[in-house]
């Protein structure tokens, strides 16, 4: 069917670069939602669950729930899972900002601060390990504009950056089929990007 042969396009598409492009292992950062899901379970199917390593990386913002999901979904995988808070990076960033942006109100500038302090750390884990970084935007989001430069668009491939947003729940379930990888929850609950209260 259709979402088996877009499956199937995308594991190729993943494998083909990265191989290409001489690398052999992926970092990917697990927010907990759907479209990272996605991505790692395309990314273990491309190259093998131990060439991926997950990153969760909570904010102020982030859910118990999120957390929980991301761990789950790198343990059904078989994937190498790291946490790591971004909370210290954020609140060293919002310090050196204080007196530049004193009497401004808080806005997308400071949910664009976790955001990029997210790609920061995929990108150092890149270079350390010398494991290329997959970004995680669908199309939906890229059509609109809902993601952050130097955030959540870091990363070496756009794996899934030509899949609107109803295909990656399609293909999300399709995977699941073959073998219950993705969390209920992470396929049930709203989508959020979880950068400020409620």
């Given at each position: 069917g259709d979402e088996a042969s877009a499956y199937g396009a995308l594991v190729l598409g993943?494998?083909?670069y990265m191989h290409k492009c001489g690398f052999q292992k992926a970092?990917?950062?697990l927010s907990g939602g759907i479209d990272s899901a996605l991505t790692a379970v395309i990314a273990a199917d491309?190259?093998?669950s131990e060439n991926v390593i997950g990153v969760g990386m909570p904010g102020p913002y982030s859910s118990p729930g999120s957390i929980d999901d991301a761990r789950t979904l790198a343990?059904?995988?078989g994937i190498r899972f790291e946490l790591i808070s971004i909370n210290p990076a954020y609140e060293a960033y919002r310090t050196m900002l204080k007196d530049v942006f004193a009497g401004k109100k808080e806005d997308t500038t400071e949910e664009n601060l976790q955001s990029r302090a997210r790609g920061m750390l995929l990108m150092a884990l890149s270079n350390k390990f010398g494991a290329i970084v997959l970004s995680t935007g669908n199309k939906s989001e890229l059509g609109v504009g809902y993601c952050t430069l130097y955030g959540d668009m870091v990363g070496g491939l756009a794996v899934i950056s030509d899949v609107p947003k109803t295909l990656v729940y399609r293909l999300s379930r399709y995977a699941?089929?073959?073998r219950a990888v993705i969390p209920e929850d992470t396929l049930e609950k709203p989508p959020s990007a979880e950068l400020r209260p409620n």
């Open positions: 993943t494998r083909d970092i990917i950062g491309a190259v093998g343990k059904n995988l699941n089929s073959r």
